[in-house]
């Protein structure tokens, strides 16, 4: 019997090629989508899970209250934490501080003289300096070197395998010795695999903190720019410990805090929970959102559903023309239980076959999907990843044997339940119920694809806004160039050589050397506060090293005051007053009633262990120092007299931008021989911040798209099937004196309603959910019209070219070939 089954489902597939392609290929890409989806939030969850310490490594936090309460809880901590934490508490049994050597040098040069030719030099931005116990605490697995010891000594460095080909190429990294900055031996004591894709924080390079802890004073409570990581003992209770933290607080920081006037507040935070938890200050890189992967996890879910509800749809639809065969069978014998396993083995075939195509998509097209997204998602799928979870394989079966179950179930109970007295006489009428639940999934599709199409519209038109929107300054066409870090005493004449040379090459208005550039969080902040203020009102701002052609280079506008000359640059003490410039964020704080009121102001500004006494000379409009994300940056600029420049901005005139970059190279190499020339655009760089949003909408987009792609195939088939049962009616309606356009109307009105009906579902889930999503920028787009009525009008016009390409063809046929039949 069974056999019997499977050679009619054969027939009847291939009888059907087109509703059988249509729900194989259905099914086949929900399948395929939904896991892409599932292999992508897999990944973004698996961030820091491969350390085998991960369920017990916490990072610790600081948060602020009081005079700070300005500031944002940051990532980073005090230097003295760890030390401390492991001394006063039994349940820390490891801990590890990590700091970008960024914090301590503007720039980061490396080189290594073979002893034959020039050396090879190149400027480093993933250095971190870092404790004895780094590898301890974390599982970043070691290529050769011991990782007990290689971080122990003065001058150590421990490097990834990329960077170890870069300067010794094949040879043995073990032993050589790098220059940083052309000054400072490191001896490369170990070498690292790349760090993994999911790793909440990435590096090239790590030094030990013997080699310049001593220098610093990296035991001290007066410098919150590192990150603490503990490890816990097993069977810690978290909450328990929190709450032994305000005394610990009051021990090592009670002083400060009362001196100053604020709070501090720790907590610990799971290294798992980083990237897709932790939004805070001073994050070691940009981390996604559980918010966003749980709305991708949903978006997932619906495609499958919605390539469920279309197979269930056909199935239906197409119930009218099986009619005769179900009751030609009950008549020679066939029950109820044998037309049901029949239909359901159908079912199932189609399923089997789907999930082959499906196998086929996935493998076909993981590596362009890897590509579009920017991460490799695949790498380890049956070793580490996805495919290494029992839980995904049964997840698996059940979505195949679920999925085949409910999506044949109601069709063959429908289709088995025809009276064949009836449906030999032609007399089968589709019950109200089975239309009815064809509009509820009808609908259902839709208002998932108005949903779909408006949250990617949203998502695109918030980076279109942060992408283009008022910024505050000029980002196009202005080149960054690194700025020298092997120097000597004749640095500072070298630079007004350098910088007068470029002003007077054509393709270039102007040029400036800064600390910090727009596009990332400025690395130095402190208090500032007015001259005639105690220590209990200071406020925190940022710090940054401009020179006198800051302000025209990025054609930045002043709001009062005046700019910078080229005699301000100032010797930074205690005692001499020195000009600086505020922008209006720091006027606000300070209490000033306007700009013009702060100009020419008493303030001091805490650099060190020492506060400067400065006279405002100008304050700046407020610019997006970073994403349109933030809240304006509050900044205050000096003109230093040390010249240890990080970034050298210039403004390039109009198109010949290699020739510029040629011409620029030129005069770098001759100005400050033996330092690598590096280069890149700032609006690239700065849009470099919008890499996660950038991937997001993709992602949205990719799957949107499939949604309705998967939604029209079941419209297609569905309308074609509709349309076909009615071709008599057609018919007959053109005999009466019905117009083309007219039997389109007809044949489209249902379809019309359905739309209008989802469009009311939909509306105000997409408000709701749009005004939740833009609320996590600082400054977004406004919800207008255009999202609400965009997303229903495309679907309606795609639905209404889908019925009406089908409805042509049989209304502008000739009405006798329709009613030959009768």
């Not at 040098?105 to 993933?126: H, I, L, R, W």
């Not at 010249?643 to 620029?664: C, F, H, L, P």
């Amino acid at each position: 019997m069974f056999k019997n089954y499977l050679k009619i489902a054969r027939r009847n597939l291939w009888r059907n090629k087109a509703f059988s392609a249509i729900n194989i290929f259905g099914l086949a890409l929900g399948m395929a989508a939904c896991f892409f989806v599932f292999q992508y939030v897999y990944f973004e969850e698996s961030y820091d899970r491969f350390n085998t310490n991960a369920p017990h490594i916490y990072r610790v936090p600081i948060s602020y209250s009081g005079s700070m309460a300005d500031v944002p809880t940051t990532a980073t901590n005090h230097p003295a934490l760890g030390p401390a934490m492991k001394a006063d508490f039994p349940e820390v049994v490891d801990y590890v501080r990590v700091v970008g050597v960024s914090l301590f040098m503007n720039a980061s040069t490396m080189s290594y003289n073979a002893g034959a030719g020039e050396p090879k030099t190149f400027n480093e931005d993933k250095i971190f300096i870092a404790d004895h116990s780094f590898f301890r605490v974390f599982s970043y697995p070691l290529v050769s070197g011991d990782k007990t010891s290689c971080l122990s000594k003065e001058g150590s460095t421990v490097i990834s395998e990329t960077t170890a080909k870069r300067y010794f190429g094949t040879g043995e990294a073990l032993g050589k010795v790098l220059q940083l900055n052309g000054r400072m031996p490191m001896k490369v004591t170990g070498v690292f695999k790349n760090i993994p894709e999911n790793s909440h924080i990435k590096f090239d390079m790590l030094i030990s903190f013997e080699t310049v802890g001593h220098d610093w004073g990296f035991t001290e409570w007066t410098w919150p720019e590192f990150y603490n990581y503990v490890v816990l003992a097993p069977g810690t209770d978290v909450k328990k410990l929190e709450a032994k933290f305000p005394a610990f607080i009051e021990k090592y920081l009670g002083a400060k805090m009362r001196e100053l006037n604020f709070r501090s507040s720790f907590h610990l935070q799971p290294v798992t929970d980083i990237h897709l938890n932790s939004n805070y200050l001073k994050e070691a890189e940009a981390n996604g959102s559980q918010k966003e992967i749980y709305f991708l996890a949903v978006i997932g879910v619906f495609i499958l559903f919605i390539a469920w509800i279309n197979y269930i749809n056909l199935s239906t639809a197409k119930s009218m023309e099986r009619a005769k065969e179900v009751g030609l069978r009950k008549v020679v014998g066939a029950i109820k239980k044998q037309l049901v396993t029949q239909f359901l083995l159908e079912s199932l075939i189609i399923n089997i076959l789907a999930l082959f195509v499906a196998a086929v998509i996935i493998v076909s097209f993981i590596p362009f999907f890897n590509q579009f997204i920017g991460k490799d998602i695949s790498t380890g799928f049956f070793s580490t990843g996805l495919g290494n979870e029992p839980v995904f394989w049964i997840a698996v079966a059940l979505v195949f044997n679920v999925g085949a179950l409910m999506v044949g179930a109601y069709p063959a109970f429908v289709l088995s339940s025809f009276l064949p007295a009836k449906v030999l006489k032609g007399l089968v009428i589709q019950s109200k119920g089975s239309i009815s639940l064809r509009r509820v999934l009808v609908s259902f599709q839709f208002t998932l694809s108005i949903i779909l199409i408006a949250a990617t519209f949203v998502v695109f038109k918030q980076f279109n806004y942060m992408r283009n929107g008022s910024l505050g300054y000029k980002k196009d066409q202005v080149l960054i160039v690194k700025a020298p870090v092997i120097s000597d005493t004749t640095i500072f004449a070298k630079y007004n050589y350098f910088k007068s040379e470029m002003r007077n090459t054509a393709s270039i208005s102007n040029a400036t050397a800064t600390s910090d550039i727009p596009g990332n969080m400025i690395r130095y902040r402190n208090s500032v506060r007015r001259a005639d203020q105690d220590k209990q009102h200071n406020f925190t701002t940022y710090l940054m090293e401009i020179d006198e052609n800051f302000i025209p280079t990025y054609k930045m506008a002043l709001a009062a005051g005046k700019n910078f000359e080229s005699n301000d640059y100032s010797e930074l003490d205690s005692i001499a007053t020195t000009k600086v410039l505020i922008n209006e964020e720091v006027v606000k704080a300070l209490g000033y009633k306007s700009a013009e009121e702060a100009v020419d102001q008493n303030i001091k500004f805490k650099l060190g262990q020492f506060d400067v006494p400065c006279k405002v000379l100008g304050v700046v409009k407020n610019f997006h120092q970073r994403s349109l994300k933030e809240k304006y940056d509050p900044v205050l600029f000096y003109y230093p007299s040390r010249t240890e420049w990080k970034y050298i901005s210039v403004n390039m005139k109009g198109a010949g931008a290699a020739k510029t970059i040629a011409d620029v190279e030129k005069l770098y190499k001759k100005a400050f021989s033996g330092n690598p020339f590096e280069y890149f655009f700032l609006d690239e760089y700065f849009n470099r911040q919008y890499q996660a949003d950038s991937r997001l909408g993709n992602v949205f987009g990719l799957f949107a798209v499939l949604a309705i792609v998967v939604a029209s195939m079941g419209l297609l088939g569905l309308s074609s099937f509709v349309i076909r049962l009615r071709t008599r009616e057609i018919g007959i309606r053109k005999v009466l004196g019905a117009s083309v356009p007219g039997l389109l109307v007809l044949m489209s009105r249902d379809f019309v309603k359905l739309v209008l009906i989802a469009s009311v579902i939909a509306i105000p889930v997409v408000y709701f959910v749009a005004r939740e999503w833009l609320n996590n920028y600082a400054f977004h787009m406004g919800l207008g019209v255009s999202v609400f009525l965009v997303p229903p009008v495309l679907l309606l016009t795609l639905t209404l070219a889908t019925i009406c390409a089908q409805s042509l063809k049989t209304a502008m046929t000739n009405p006798v070939k329709s009613l030959r039949s009768e």
